[in-house]
């Protein structure tokens, strides 16, 4: 989604992030501020208020029925994206649980005796994708050395080429 925001108008992005603008003036005979009427915006504040309603637009336009059942309470394109998140990553503390079990789940991986070398790697891959969408990335030094410390000992001899070759 923050890949189709941004190709549309990576301002889109800005104004999702700080929430609803909302044009304000002061008033000269009270000592705080009031929202403009829709006819006295400049042509500057109604592009940034139209800018806030198509944020809001592609978001609701970009998901399913289910999804739209719980987010068509949420009045801003921000309060979308937060409800977002937390369907789909959860709060802090879920995202970060979930973060460690992937990372346990890296640690640990082998492969299986029975499994071939595409099945082991697609299962490899599926974890550093998880991992990658929840913001932890792995370089890609290390991914390689570790496929290459699960593999089996029939794989020694090429493991050992790929190594040199590869300077690893």
């Known amino acids: ?34 929202p403009k009427t829709r006819k006295e915006y400049t042509d500057a504040e109604k592009k940034a208020v139209e800018k806030t309603f198509r944020a809001k637009k592609i978001l609701v336009c970009g998901i399913g029925p289910n999804e739209y059942n719980r987010m068509c309470a949420c009045e801003t394109a921000k309060k979308i994206w937060e409800a977002f998140e937390i369907a789909h990553e959860g709060t802090t503390q879920v995202k970060q649980s979930k973060i460690d079990m992937l990372t346990t789940k890296y640690k640990l991986f082998r492969m299986k005796d029975d499994e071939s070398i595409l ?27 570790k496929i290459l410390s699960i593999l089996p000992g029939s794989w020694e001899s090429k493991v050992n080429a790929i190594t040199e070759a590869k300077d690893l």
Not at 3 to 25: H, R, T
């Open 1 to 34: 989604m923050y890949d189709f925001i941004m190709a549309e108008d990576s301002k889109l992005w800005d104004v999702i992030c700080d929430g609803l603008y909302i044009p304000i003036k002061a008033l000269a005979e009270l000592p705080f501020l009031m």
């Open 119 to 145: 099945d082991m790697h697609t299962r490899f891959t599926s974890i550093i994708n998880e991992l990658h969408s929840l913001g932890e990335t792995i370089p890609r030094n290390k991914l390689l050395r």
